[in-house]
């Protein structure tokens, strides 16, 4: 009897936990109301579980939940955050930095700042993906808006020193804004204790729904919203609340917190029983991004002497992701492999293993014994070729 497919794809997606559905559901059809609608009890009902949800968000967060903003995800809310930076910078501070490897709706946030006269200071990493503290500390001045710092990135799972760059970027007076997308219900995070101005998260990254998100905006700061034309969060994001999905992004928070270390130690030994097998099984398998500094349901690898596209089509039982110039749009590596690997970027394939919540002993299993097996094969016809 065929297997069926894997997933361990979970930084690109995963799926809604059951009982986040469950808590959804009624609000599709029973609960429909408008949470803008104060004159009847269809809305007051949908107004209380927003802001319970905010509540469950805030605590993930170690925020305050009057400083949560509900969003559609991850992307609008680093939009939101570095175009409502900018737009409430004083004249004097039109500097915006960013990591190399940060999302690309950060860098093109960044982008078009740039093209609007902003100067942008785009700050390398070292070759595990950490950020290179002495260059940001040579481009962060009293000119700087904003430091945008993923706190986790979504290829290879490397964590920032968060700590360390709010210092930093607090001392000449600027912003830090992190894009915790990946991080988020996945390792400990605290706004306040960690000095962040302003934090992204979504939903779908941690068995929540599609199409919301949110975005921690420290008490005190003003953030001219992008979205005009209602009153709905305060006035920072005009539109329509999309109240199964904050009640989804709120169920899902809880969940996540309170399983956080549990979960954190179990996909941890996964993922590392993962790398066991695979080096144990091939040689040429090098680890790219810090293992010190890491997700713990991350793996990125990279094979020797494996082209990326054969390897993934002839994987196709088991979902993942390449971060090599397996594109059949493009023959570029993707620019956080290039950020961290140079030239090796281009000649190696490299795979991405995300494991989830729903990933078992026997995934892994299947996974060091697919990878071997098929790595294997292709060395040798490439061999022969």
């Not at 927003?50 to 939940?65: I, P, T």
Request: net charge negative; with cysteine; glycine share 10%.
């Amino acid at each position: 009897m065929a297997r069926a497919p894997i997933y361990l794809d979970c930084h690109a997606t995963t799926p809604v936990d059951p009982a986040v559905l469950e808590v959804m559901l009624p609000y599709f059809t029973e609960a429909f109301g408008n949470p803008a609608s104060a004159s009847h009890a269809w809305g007051w009902k949908a107004q209380e579980a927003v802001e319970r949800a905010r509540r469950e968000v805030a605590a993930l967060l170690g925020a305050q939940a009057r400083e949560v903003v509900f969003t559609s995800g991850a992307t609008e809310s680093n939009n939101l955050a570095i175009q409502g930076a900018a737009d409430a910078a004083p004249p004097e501070r039109r500097h915006l930095a960013v990591s190399a490897i940060e999302h690309p709706s950060v860098l093109a946030a960044a982008d078009r700042l740039g093209a609007a006269g902003w100067r942008v200071s785009v700050v390398p990493v070292h070759a595990d993906g950490r950020l290179d503290m002495d260059a940001l500390a040579a481009v962060v001045d009293a000119r700087t808006a904003l430091v945008s710092v993923m706190a986790a990135n979504n290829e290879i799972g490397v964590l920032q020193p968060l700590d360390a760059i709010a210092r930093l970027a607090h001392e000449a007076g600027a912003l830090l804004h992190v894009d915790a997308a990946q991080a988020a219900a996945k390792v400990p995070i605290d706004v306040h204790a960690t000095g962040i101005d302003l934090l992204s998260v979504t939903a779908h990254k941690f068995y929540g729904p599609k199409g919301c998100g949110a975005l921690f905006v420290r008490k005190g700061l003003r953030l001219p919203p992008i979205l005009v034309g209602g009153g709905q969060e305060r006035g920072v994001r005009a539109g329509t609340l999309n109240v199964p999905g904050i009640v989804g992004l709120g169920a899902a928070s809880a969940i996540g917190r309170e399983g956080l270390a549990a979960e954190a130690a179990r996909v941890g030994a996964l993922r590392d029983r993962l790398l066991e097998g695979l080096q144990s099984r091939l040689d040429g398998v090098t680890v790219n991004g810090s293992m010190a500094h890491r997700l713990p349901h991350n793996l990125h690898v990279s094979f020797a002497g494996v082209d990326g596209a054969q390897l993934l089509v002839s994987i196709s039982d088991i979902a993942v992701s390449s971060g090599s110039a397996c594109c059949s749009a493009s023959a570029t590596p993707s620019h956080v492999l290039a950020a961290i690997m140079g030239e090796r970027a281009m000649t190696d394939a490299s795979i991405r293993f995300g494991l989830g919540r729903f990933t078992g002993v026997e995934d892994v299993e299947y996974a060091i014994e697919r990878f071997a097996t098929v790595v294997g094969h292709l060395r040798r016809v490439g061999a022969v070729g």
